[in-house]
């Protein structure tokens, strides 16, 4: 695998966008917060000036769709039709990641027209010019100061570029909890609330929005909670059967493998769910360390090692094989990462 760095510059992609009339903005299948945060920001700074086009492959949750509001979004897993001159890649630089898009990304780049925003540390040449900022809490905040290089202010009003920036920066972080939150997080976090950005209304929109199917679903996996690596790890599964009977498919599985971590002796939280296909999907959350310097458990190495990926302590992976032999895998790649000091 090449090298997943910047070969670019911000004010290198700046003069790409001055020179683009129209942008099809790209990120990650089934986006998160930050995703299409990152897709909203950059359509309402550069529009109308420009022609933007958010082209998403679902599924996209409600409340994601809430934050949103007026701000159109394609979701579709049909390439976008007619011939952009720019396309922007944002919040992932991985083929595995834009799924039914790649031949047709495959055919923008030939044409050199890629360029892309990442915070992830793994990704393939995708993007002709990209700028990775692994240090990033947020892809959001690398749009933002793209944004500010391109010369656009940070309105922070309903609707607006600041809340799309926070929305990403808010839901990366765990609301400002996870290890990424770093005083460049909080600075910028404290600047858009200083433009107005309604936090309040987002936490609602973003983290009290569920349906009582996600309930059903938190249920579910609390009980299938298994104790692994003397207690350091809690792995839960959900069923087709355990969706079927919550009602929401697979759509509302954000958080919950965050729950085990509450646990003192946790180190590590797995979660893994069937697809439709009999594969399982597996996400996998770790805790810093007590102290910077002792151990921890790397999950994006343990995702790797399953041929996935992510951060240090937020990754995932998926599985060619049901939940008991994807619970084999996963604690074994898990145990290969391990550094027990
Ligand atoms: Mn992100």
């Known amino acids: 695998m090449n090298e997943y760095t910047s070969t670019s510059t911000m004010a290198g992609l700046a003069e790409r966008i001055r020179a683009a009339s129209h942008i099809v903005v790209l990120t ?31 599924p996209v949750g409600r409340s994601l769709m809430e934050l949103a509001g007026g701000t159109p979004v394609t979701i579709s897993d049909e390439p976008p039709t007619g011939e952009p001159d720019l396309v922007m890649l944002v919040d992932t630089g991985s083929w595995a990641q834009v799924g039914p898009m790649s031949t047709w990304l495959k055919t923008q780049r030939a044409a050199g027209r890629v360029i892309g925003l990442d915070h992830h540390p793994v990704g393939d040449e995708i993007a002709n010019e990209r ?10 905040l690398m749009v933002r100061e793209l944004l500010m290089e391109l010369g656009h202010d940070i309105d922070g009003g309903r609707d607006g570029v600041g809340e799309a920036i926070f929305a990403g920066l808010a839901t990366d972080t765990g609301w400002f909890q996870h290890s990424n939150a770093d005083a460049r997080c909080y600075a910028v976090a404290s600047d858009l609330l200083q433009q107005g950005v309604d936090r309040i209304r987002l936490h609602r929109i973003l983290e009290l929005n569920a349906s009582p199917g996600k309930l059903v679903l938190l249920g579910r996996a609390l009980a299938s909670i298994r104790w692994e690596l003397d207690g350091r790890c809690a792995i839960m599964r959900l069923t087709g059967r355990d969706f079927d009977d919550a009602g929401t498919g697979r759509q509302q599985m954000e958080g919950l493998v965050n729950e085990p971590l509450r646990v003192a002796s946790v180190e590590a939280s797995i979660l893994m769910y069937e697809e439709e296909s009999g594969a399982t999907k597996i996400s996998l959350r770790s805790k810093p360390p007590r102290s910077s310097g002792d151990p921890f458990f790397d999950v994006s190495a343990a995702g790797r090692v399953m041929g996935g990926g992510g951060h240090v302590h937020a990754s995932g992976a998926r599985f060619e094989g049901d939940l008991d032999a994807a619970q084999e895998a996963v604690l074994a790649a898990l145990c290969s990462v391990i550094d027990d000091g």
């Open 28 to 58: 990650h299948r089934k986006p998160d917060g930050d995703a299409i945060g990152s897709a909203l920001a950059i359509f309402r700074a550069l529009t109308p000036a420009k022609q933007v086009d958010i082209h998403l492959v679902g």
């Open 131 to 140: 700028v990775i900022e692994t240090t990033a809490a947020s892809c959001t």
